[in-house]
């Protein structure tokens, strides 16, 4: 009897590891099919872009600005629009970016908790917005106001953006030397004159910036900046949502330890609660930009569609073309030919889109897990 209880426990405790190894099978199965699908994602636009690199080769297609895909004979140099495409994205990134992640600041420290629960779900609708709406409101709204009122309407914008984030500014940079103070009533006096220093300095900056972008002419109101605007708006909840999480994940007994050992809110913010938040932040201003380099109606209805380089290269007043908008509107033309090099060419395109993508992601991972272990000690 002891026998035959020792032999059934025994092929008992075999079939559990046949079932715990028949999960973890499944369960790698699972996890796997989204990384098999971006594998095969690659491979099938890397098999139609490859033929147009075999025979025109890579230097036309980075060097040159020459786009005419429908001449004879046809020339496909696409340095222009990989420039609009960074210049839109860089533009979107300066807007969303900044004004994300002080947006994601002031809900996690600074609002009340009630306010805070009001004013997150706003910002989240933002993304909830059909691109195409974006559009029709960058085309029909805001292109004519940039082409009659651009100089306005930039010093408007300047005052708007420029102003919080350099009150903000002023305010974090106070908080720091204050702290450096040793005694209390020395502390609030050395935090009221450094920040009305600072005050008049920010004041000063827009007065000039204001003064700068007033007389401004724009002869197209689909132009870079136009694309830019909307696209950071479309970001600016990714970035601020993802950003206000990772602020709260950090948890209130770091801050309450920090306020225990004598740092101002300013002091906390900027050297406890950002750094350990700092991988979270990373990914939401990586997801940002991601989404502003993706987006494909917004550019295509707004940039103004043209495969040239500005005049300076960074002037964001100008027509540019980027890389989804021209994969969107010239498939249709390339798609009957699907051996052509028009047709190849879009899925050139495509490639850089991904593998760019794809180092981008790997350059973060990286430089997120060489700042977790820094925060660990390892």
């Given at each position: 009897m002891n026998r035959s209880s020792m032999s059934m426990t025994a092929r008992q405790r075999q079939r559990r590891r046949l079932l715990e190894l028949a999960g973890r099978l499944l369960l790698l199965a699972l996890t796997s099919v989204a990384a098999v699908a971006v594998l095969l994602i690659i491979a099938y636009i890397a098999r139609d872009a490859w033929p147009f690199f075999q025979e025109r080769g890579w230097r036309e297609f980075f060097c040159s600005t020459s786009w005419y895909p429908s001449r004879e004979p046809a020339e496909f140099g696409a340095a222009a629009i990989f420039l609009g495409?960074?210049?839109?994205?860089?533009?979107?990134?300066?807007?969303?970016?900044?004004?994300?992640?002080?947006?994601?600041?002031?809900?996690?420290?600074?609002?009340?908790?009630?306010?805070?629960?009001?004013?997150?779900?706003?910002?989240?609708?933002?993304?909830?917005?059909?691109?195409?709406?974006?559009?029709?409101?960058?085309?029909v709204v805001l292109a004519p106001v940039l082409q009659s009122h651009g100089g306005a309407l930039l010093a408007g914008a300047w005052w708007v953006v420029g102003g919080p984030l350099l009150v903000i500014g002023a305010i974090l940079l106070a908080g720091l030397v204050s702290g450096k103070v040793a005694s209390p009533q020395r502390?609030?006096?050395?935090?009221?004159?450094?920040?009305?220093?600072?005050?008049?300095?920010?004041?000063?900056?827009?007065?000039?910036?204001?003064?700068?972008?007033?007389?401004?002419?724009?002869?197209?109101?689909?132009?870079?900046?136009?694309?830019?605007?909307?696209?950071?708006?479309?970001?600016?909840?990714?970035?601020?949502?993802?950003?206000?999480?990772?602020?709260?994940?950090?948890?209130?007994?770091?801050?309450?330890?920090?306020?225990?050992?004598?740092?101002?809110?300013?002091?906390?913010?900027?050297?406890?609660?950002?750094?350990?938040?700092?991988?979270?932040?990373?990914?939401?201003?990586?997801?940002?930009?991601?989404?502003?380099?993706?987006?494909?109606?917004?550019?295509?209805?707004?940039?103004?569609?043209?495969?040239?380089?500005?005049?300076?290269?960074?002037?964001?007043?100008?027509?540019?073309?980027?890389?989804?908008?021209?994969?969107?509107g010239d498939m249709g033309e390339a798609d009957h030919v699907a051996s052509s090099m028009r047709y190849s060419v879009l899925f050139a395109m495509g490639l850089c889109l991904l593998l760019f993508s794809l180092a981008a992601n790997l350059i973060s991972e990286r430089i997120v897990t060489r700042e977790r272990k820094r925060l660990l000690g390892g």
């Open positions: 495409t960074a210049l839109v994205a860089i533009g979107a990134a300066v807007l969303a970016v900044p004004l994300g992640v002080a947006a994601a600041v002031c809900l996690s420290d600074v609002l009340p908790f009630g306010l805070r629960q009001v004013v997150k779900p706003i910002v989240e609708v933002l993304a909830a917005i059909p691109s195409v709406a974006y559009g029709f409101f960058a085309l502390q609030w006096l050395w935090q009221g004159g450094f920040m009305v220093v600072l005050l008049v300095a920010a004041g000063t900056v827009l007065v000039v910036g204001h003064q700068a972008l007033v007389g401004l002419q724009v002869g197209s109101g689909v132009n870079a900046l136009n694309a830019s605007l909307i696209l950071g708006i479309m970001a600016l909840p990714t970035v601020v949502s993802v950003s206000e999480d990772a602020l709260q994940a950090v948890g209130r007994e770091l801050r309450e330890g920090s306020y225990a050992m004598g740092a101002t809110r300013a002091e906390t913010v900027v050297r406890v609660v950002l750094p350990a938040a700092s991988s979270g932040i990373l990914a939401a201003v990586l997801l940002g930009i991601m989404r502003a380099l993706g987006e494909t109606i917004v550019v295509w209805m707004a940039s103004g569609n043209a495969a040239q380089i500005p005049a300076p290269w960074y002037n964001l007043l100008e027509p540019v073309r980027t890389l989804t908008a021209t994969i969107a």
